[in-house]
């Protein structure tokens, strides 16, 4: 079992800046890479961003540039740093973690971005 607890969102104006934690904790061995989703109202869940255990990243095109994720292994703790938000970055963001045979989820937070 992986449980996974996020923070760190919030309303912020368009240009400003927000850093959300996915803290792990359980059988956090058997994690294979970690991931942030978004969700907006009316839209499909889409990924934002990805880690590898050995630190490689992938970053959906929409905010490549302006979001970076990071892992502080000692921590069990991922992190997505967003700059230069924009309104349409306005979402439930979510911490995934690849178990290999399924995915585990934390309970999402809330980013809401005004122009």
């Known amino acids: 079992q992986v449980q996974l607890v996020e923070s760190g969102g919030g309303l912020v104006q368009a240009g400003g800046s927000l850093r959300l934690s996915c803290a792990a904790s359980?059988?956090?061995?058997?994690?294979?890479?970690m991931a942030w989703y978004r969700q907006a109202p009316g839209k499909q869940r889409e990924l934002v961003a990805t880690?590898?255990?050995?630190?490689?990243?992938n970053y959906a095109d929409s905010v490549k540039g302006r979001f970076t994720i990071s892992r502080d292994n000692a921590k069990n703790t991922v992190y997505l740093q967003m700059n230069g938000l924009k309104p349409e970055d306005t979402a439930v963001y979510y911490c995934?973690?690849?178990?290999?045979?399924?995915?585990?989820w934390g309970q999402g937070t809330q980013v809401t971005v005004s122009s």
């Open positions: 880690i590898t255990r050995g630190g490689n990243t």
């Open positions: 995934a973690a690849d178990l290999r045979t399924r995915w585990a």
């Open positions: 359980g059988s956090i061995f058997t994690i294979n890479a």
